[in-house]
């Protein structure tokens, strides 16, 4: 009777241990969620310092929350735009900023995009390594990494090859990467151009003077700064009709929201 009732006695304080751990756990998981719902909250406001804090606080309570640290890049960004005064458009998109080389405005960016290549190389989630992927490639656009950034873009879409925004932005940074390479190409060409006329010139001085006929009246000369102009002026038309006819959009779309 007395091993009957020790028995019982042991069974109730395990049973007992149980239930005070799972009743833990949930409350991890309710206080995790609660500060993620105040910083998404903090978000819509605009409020991106306060959305970062309380992201900060979630991670606190579980470091590995996935939620919580994509929430997190997303609220580093947003807050890295707002520091370097850059505007939106009709995709959201936040352009290169005037102010991209003030230091917090920076360190925010590298710290997302950082983030979102840890959440890609560790998470088991395929939807999270998407996103992960996307948003570092819209980092890597506004800092105009282009090669960077469209590796990020296949990425997105290796893992969802229906994502419609992904497939849009490879092909405006593909489209901008050609344009810049033409436009160097093209200030090559003119350089080269330049550097064959001033030897010309060189070899003409350096040759004896002969008896020149009266010169008849005639028009002026363009000097050497004009011509470059006029040429660069002639490259940039070139380039505006190229993007016209190969209809380039504006700009990559760039959805930044939480979940």
């Not at 949930?26 to 309380?54: G, S, V």
Request: with cysteine; net charge negative; hydrophobic share 30%.
């Amino acid at each position: 009777m007395k091993r009957l009732f020790i028995s019982i006695i042991l069974v109730l304080l395990c049973a007992s241990a149980s239930v005070e751990l799972m009743a833990s756990e949930p409350a991890t998981t309710r206080k995790e969620r609660n500060m993620i719902l105040k910083a998404n909250e903090a978000f819509n406001e605009k409020d991106y310092e306060k959305a970062i804090e309380l992201y900060n606080m979630a991670l606190e309570v579980n470091p590995a929350s996935e939620r919580a640290k994509y929430n997190l890049a997303v609220a580093m960004v947003k807050r890295a735009d707002e520091i370097g005064g850059a505007g939106g458009n009709e995709y959201g998109i936040s352009p290169v900023s005037p102010n991209a080389s003030d230091s917090l405005s920076v360190g925010l960016k590298q710290s997302a995009n950082k983030i979102f290549n840890e959440l890609y190389s560790g998470s088991t989630d395929s939807q999270t390594r998407e996103k992960s992927a996307y948003n570092s490639g819209n980092i890597l656009f506004s800092e105009n990494e282009l090669s960077q950034c469209i590796e990020q873009y296949k990425r997105a879409l290796r893992l969802n090859p229906a994502n419609d925004n992904a497939r849009h932005n490879l092909r405006v940074a593909q489209l901008r990467m050609q344009q810049q390479q033409q436009d160097q190409d093209d200030q090559d060409n003119q350089q080269q151009e330049d550097k064959k006329d001033q030897q010309q010139q060189e070899q003409e001085q350096q040759q004896p003077q002969q008896p020149q006929p009266q010169p008849q009246p005639q028009q002026p000369q363009q000097s050497s700064s004009e011509n470059i102009l006029n040429a660069a002026q002639q490259n940039e038309s070139k380039t505006r009709q190229r993007l016209e006819k190969q209809q380039v959009p504006v700009a990559p779309r760039y959805h930044n929201k939480p979940w």
